[in-house]
């Protein structure tokens, strides 16, 4: 897979995809990132890519010429399977949409600043819309450091079987089960005695019940009536 991003910070995703799993999978060669500066592509004497809002009002706006010079740059070269825009007024983003977006060949992530970006480019160029919550950040390059990270890892041959996708929380629309390690009894605290018996179905049995008691508690907004 290929993702491009396209930013006026740059210098924001230096840290995030050189550790860890999104680290191994661009060293595996399963992922590849792009990260393009949307100032390079100003035509302006002075590089300038936001101006006033037509209409007054506080907060400057994104221009739409250098961001779809530089998403022309790329659409030239390739076919995008999504051109994303970063913004807290898109489509709350959620696991089945890191699912549907891990199977693309190619993808462009655009990161908004400021007031926003032009609705033109939106309504033109941008084929989907994400939010990674009901909070507004400086700008959507944290967003789409949370949103490729969630991608890269489901792409098959990142994880190893330790760290197997399968088992995340909502990945079967339940948060997870708690989980423990050694030793056995930290500070007389002890490990539920089930997870010691190696009694597998029991375990698997254990950990559905515990999964779906937490799910009831603290997002019972996943559950269907019928689960309780
Ligand atoms: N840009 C600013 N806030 C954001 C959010 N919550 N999600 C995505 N992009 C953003």
Redesign the pocket.
């Known amino acids: 897979m290929r993702i491009d991003i396209l930013s006026l910070f740059p210098e924001m995703f230096q840290g995030p995809f050189s550790e860890s799993i999104v680290k191994r999978a661009l060293q595996k060669g399963l992922a590849e990132i792009f990260i393009h500066n949307i100032r390079n592509f100003s035509t302006d004497k002075h590089h300038r890519v936001d101006d006033y809002q037509f209409g007054g009002g506080a907060g400057m706006v994104m221009m739409p010429e250098p961001v779809v010079a530089a998403i022309e740059s790329l659409t030239s070269e390739r076919k995008y399977d999504e051109i994303v ?4 007024d ?1 489509e709350v ?1 959620e696991q089945k949409t890191a699912n549907h977006l891990s199977l693309s060949e190619n993808l462009m992530i655009i ?3 400021y007031k926003g970006l032009d609705e033109r480019v939106r309504q033109h160029f941008i084929t989907k819309e ?11 390059e ?3 450091c ?2 490729t990270d969630a991608i890269i890892r489901l792409i098959p041959g990142t994880l190893n079987d330790e760290t197997s996708a399968l088992s995340d929380s909502f990945q079967d629309g339940l948060l997870s089960a708690p989980v423990y390690t050694r030793p056995a009894e930290f500070r007389g605290w002890k490990v539920p005695e089930v997870l010691l018996s190696g009694h597998e179905k029991n375990i698997f049995e254990w950990r559905q019940q515990q999964s779906i008691e937490r799910t009831k508690k603290r997002r019972p907004d996943l559950l269907n009536e019928d689960d309780f």
């Open positions: 825009f970063m913004t807290p898109g983003f990161c908004g600043h994400i939010s990674i919550g009901d909070y507004v950040l400086s700008g959507g944290l967003a789409a949370v949103v």
